[in-house]
């Protein structure tokens, strides 16, 4: 069975740092583009980052230059480092993967992790 497995969420105060990271099994992750998105209560889910299969990136403007997204083939699993937290980064987020890279909006992916939550404090 198809699985992406998010870790590394918690609680922080603003201005500190999470790495998330996404564990894919079953899947030819290296074909896969992948992103990081995040949702918070009563919001609509939305990208935060996303990286092709040759590593181009593009991220939400809100996290331009605090947040950077990474993926490790060998390993078959994405990353989100997040720096200098701000409260309204609080929200689930979740890893997903777009086997046809149209990355297009939630729509576009067809495997999804059960999320894991970030709470930050001011």
Same mark, same amino acid.
């Given at each position: 069975?198809?699985?992406?497995?998010?870790?590394? %969420? *918690? @609680?922080?105060?603003?201005?500190? +740092?999470?790495?998330?990271?996404?564990?894919? &099994? #079953?899947?030819?992750?290296?074909?896969?583009?992948?992103?990081?998105?995040?949702?918070?209560?009563?919001?609509?889910?939305?990208?935060?980052?996303?990286?092709?299969? %040759? *590593? @181009?990136?593009?991220?939400?403007? +809100?996290?331009?230059?605090?947040?950077?997204? &990474? #993926?490790?083939?060998?390993?078959?699993?994405?990353?989100?480092?997040?720096?200098?937290?701000?409260?309204?980064?609080?929200?689930?987020?979740?890893?997903?993967?777009?086997?046809?890279?149209?990355?297009?909006?939630? +729509?576009?992916?067809?495997?999804?992790?059960?999320?894991?939550?970030?709470?930050?404090?001011?």
């Amino acid at each position: 069975q198809v699985q992406l497995v998010e870790s590394g %969420g *918690g @609680s922080v105060q603003a201005g500190g +740092s999470l790495r998330l990271s996404c564990a894919a &099994s #079953r899947i030819t992750f290296s074909v896969y583009c992948m992103a990081w998105f995040r949702q918070a209560p009563g919001d609509e889910r939305e990208e935060v980052a996303m990286i092709g299969r %040759g *590593g @181009s990136t593009r991220y939400a403007d +809100s996290v331009k230059g605090r947040f950077t997204i &990474s #993926r490790d083939n060998a390993k078959n699993t994405l990353y989100l480092q997040m720096n200098n937290l701000k409260p309204e980064d609080t929200a689930m987020y979740y890893c997903a993967a777009d086997r046809a890279c149209q990355v297009l909006g939630p +729509s576009s992916y067809n495997i999804w992790g059960q999320g894991t939550q970030v709470t930050v404090s001011s």
